[in-house]
């Protein structure tokens, strides 16, 4: 599996961006694909996951109410909404899947996810 991680830019505080993760190769209804983000001297941080069967979604506190994570099986694509963005959400964004039939309690687990796109820069100004 291949993942490509595009969307990211530079937009105003309280602007909206749309991340989008391709996938190539076979994305099994069990997979989990999570967005994970990255700012200068932090550590990774889960964003958002849902399992590509679409039965399951979760959010980082951080971003509840604002981000929405969706899936289009047919483009083989997950898609990160961003709204009401802030200048803490400016960070390297990257794509993930969660190979396998993991419980869904390991989604926010970034060490257990197996493939990775290479990340989108996204930079909100205040």
């Known amino acids: 599996v291949q993942l490509q991680a595009s969307g990211g830019g530079l937009v105003q505080a309280g602007g909206s961006l749309r991340l989008s993760c391709a996938a190539s190769g076979r994305i099994f209804s069990s997979y989990i694909v999570g967005w994970f983000r990255q700012a200068p001297g932090n550590e990774r941080e889960v964003v958002s996951a849902?399992?590509?069967?679409?039965?399951?979604?979760a959010y980082a506190d951080s971003v509840k109410g604002r981000f929405t994570i969706s899936r289009d099986n047919a483009r083989n694509s997950v898609y990160l909404q961003m709204n009401s963005l802030k200048p803490e959400d400016t960070a390297v964004y990257y794509c993930?899947?969660?190979?396998?039939?993991?419980?869904?309690?390991?989604?926010?687990?970034?060490?257990?996810?197996?493939?990775w796109g290479q990340g989108t820069q996204v930079t909100v100004s205040s």
């Open positions: 849902i399992r590509w069967s679409g039965l399951n979604t």
């Open positions: 993930a899947i969660l190979s396998g039939s993991y419980p869904w309690g390991w989604w926010s687990n970034a060490r257990a996810y197996d493939y």
